[in-house]
Nanobody, 116 residues
Framework: QVQLVESGGGLVQVGGSLRLSCAATGNIFSGNTMVWYRQAPGKQRELVASISSRATSTNYVDSVKGRFTISRDNTKNTVYLEMNNLKPEDTGVYYC?????????WGQGTQVTVSS
């Protein structure tokens, strides 16, 4: 059984930093691209960042480029999202995702709130 468990969210002031973690269990992690999404209140879920299975390729939505860094530790089955210089528009629930056709696994989400 695959499980993704996010942690690290919280309340932070503008300009602050947070580090999100997503721990995976089950036969899913090391060969899988991992993705972080977020969903702000009243908005659609959007892809924030992705990382290939061996971390040779990363991608970011334009709004977080230069501020967020996605990384992974395959020995710990964990993917991270380092978020710096946070802005109010970064507020939302952040979800870890593991697309694994024909399945698509999601974590329960972790709340990030940036106060101004």
């Amino acid at each position: 059984q695959v499980q993704l468990v996010e942690s690290g969210g919280g309340l932070v002031q503008v300009g602050g930093s947070l580090r999100l973690s997503c721990a995976a269990t089950g036969n899913i992690f090391s060969g899988n691209t991992m993705v972080w999404y977020r969903q702000a209140p009243g908005k659609q879920r959007e892809l924030v960042a992705s990382i290939s299975s061996r971390a040779t390729s990363t991608n970011y939505v334009d709004s977080v480029k230069g501020r967020f860094t996605i990384s992974r530790d395959n020995t710990k089955n964990t993917v991270y999202l380092e978020m710096n210089n946070l802005k109010p528009e970064d507020t939302g629930v952040y979800y870890c995702n593991a697309p694994n056709f024909p399945y698509n696994y999601w974590g329960q989400g972790t709340q990030v709130t940036v106060s101004s």
